[in-house]
Structure formats: C-alpha cells, structure tokens
C-alpha cells in the first residue's frame, strides 16, 4: 500500500480508506504510550520532589526535578511529535477522502 502523500489521490478508495484504518489505529496506540509516558513522568517528579531537603526554592526544587527526569521528558516529547505526525497524517487522508467523495 503507498505511503507517499502524493500517491493519495490516485489510489483506490478500498486502499485509501485502509491506509485511513492503519493511521487511526497507529495514531490510538501513540496516544495510549503519551499518557503511560506522561504519567510516569509525573509520578517520577513528584516522588523526587518529596524527598528533596527543606528549604530549597520552589525554582530549585523544579530545576532538580526536571534534571532528574529529563530522560523521561525526552520520551514523552519524542512520542508527541509522532502523536502530530499521526494526526497531520490522518487529516490529510480524511481531506483527499472528502474531496474524492465530491
């Protein structure tokens, strides 16, 4: 089945809206592992967060915090861009679909 954008407009509608059912499908897992990613993320902050000493600044305590779970942000940034990337995908597919049903 193609993938190229450019291909959309001349390929069958039964592949078309194949390709449509992939990208949702594709684009519902991405959401799911976002959230898991996201949620660890917090519940590794704010665990973090409870354990550092009294007295720091609420910019140092979220400054030892972000360092601490930087790897874990990477994560969640990286998915999101796939997440857009899924989602311009799908859009452009539903527009090729509406234009061809005119």
Not at 21 to 42: F, M, W
Not at 79 to 90: G, P
């Amino acid at each position: 089945m193609p993938e190229a954008p450019e291909s959309w407009g001349t390929i069958p509608l039964d592949d078309l809206m194949a390709l449509l059912e992939e990208t949702t499908n594709r684009l519902s897992t991405q959401i799911k592992e976002v959230a898991l990613d996201q949620g660890a993320y917090h519940r590794q902050f704010w665990h973090i967060w409870q354990q550092l000493p009294e007295g720091l600044s609420i910019a140092a305590m979220n400054r030892e915090c972000e360092m601490e779970c930087r790897t874990l942000n990477e994560e969640v940034i990286i998915k999101r861009s796939v997440l857009e990337s899924l989602l311009a995908k799908r859009d452009a597919l539903i527009a090729i679909l509406s234009a061809r049903a005119k």
